[in-house]
């Protein structure tokens, strides 16, 4: 479990916290819930216009 990125929360609390993601837990749970969300189909495009900056659409 190398680490992937730290995503920083919008800290509600007054204080942003950074939440460690890793590449194989971040990755199945991503690809997992973007087929069953979007009933995604091989061979199925999939267009999210968003920010880089997001994490949108997957997860």
């Known amino acids: 479990e190398d680490p992937l990125f730290i995503l920083y929360t919008s ?3 007054g ?3 950074g939440v460690l993601h890793t ?3 971040y990755q199945l ?3 997992i819930t973007h087929r069953y969300v979007f ?3 091989d061979g199925d495009i999939y267009w999210c216009s968003a920010d880089v900056g997001w994490i949108t659409g997957h997860s």
């Open 29 to 31: 749970y991503t690809a």
């Open 39 to 41: 009933d995604y189909q």
């Open 23 to 25: 590449t194989g837990g």
């Open 11 to 13: 800290g509600s609390t």
């Open 15 to 17: 204080k942003p916290k």
